[in-house]
C-alpha cells in the first residue's frame, strides 16, 4: 500500500472514530511503514504501537531484572536512585499495561476495541513518554560516568 493511500484510508478511520491525526501517530509510532492492505488496518496499526511499546519494555524488563543482562549493561544500573526507580516502574506498568491489552485483542477484538486500545496507547505514550527520556538519560548518565572512571583506572594503557 502506498503511503498516501495508506494516510487516506487512516483519514477515513480517523473521521469515523475520531483517532488522532495521522501525522501525530505516524510521529508517534511510525505507522506510515505499513506496507500491505490487510484489510483489518486498525489491527496493523494497534501491532506497529505494540512494537514500539515491545521495544521499550525489554530494555526496562532488563533494568528491573538484569540478571540475564550482559555484564556491561550493570554499569548503567550502578547508580540508580529511588527516584528513578519510581520513574522506571511508573513506565513499566503502564507499558506493561498496554502490552497485556494488545494480547487479550490478539485472542477476540472488533472496531471499537481496536479503537479503544489506540487511543489509550496514544494517551500513555504522550503521557510517559517525558520518564521514558528521563530513564535514557539516567542510562547515558551512568554510561558516561563508568567511561569516566574506567578512563582513571586504566591509566596503564597510556
Known sequence: MKFIELKNNYNLLQKKHSLPEFDEMNSAFEIGKIK????????????IIVDKFAYYLKLIETMVNPSQAPPMFMMLLKDITPEDKKIIDSVFS??????????????????????????KAFGVWNEKRSELLKILDVLERNWKNAANSKKSSRDYFN
Open 94 to 119: 503502564s507499558f506493561m499495561e498496554v502490552e497485556l491489552i494488545s494480547y487479550k485483542l490478539d485472542v477476540v477484538s472488533n472496531d471499537n476495541n481496536e479503537v479503544e486500545f489506540i487511543l
Open 36 to 47: 500491505k492492505d490487510s484489510g483489518v488496518l486498525l489491527k496493523d496499526i494497534r501491532r
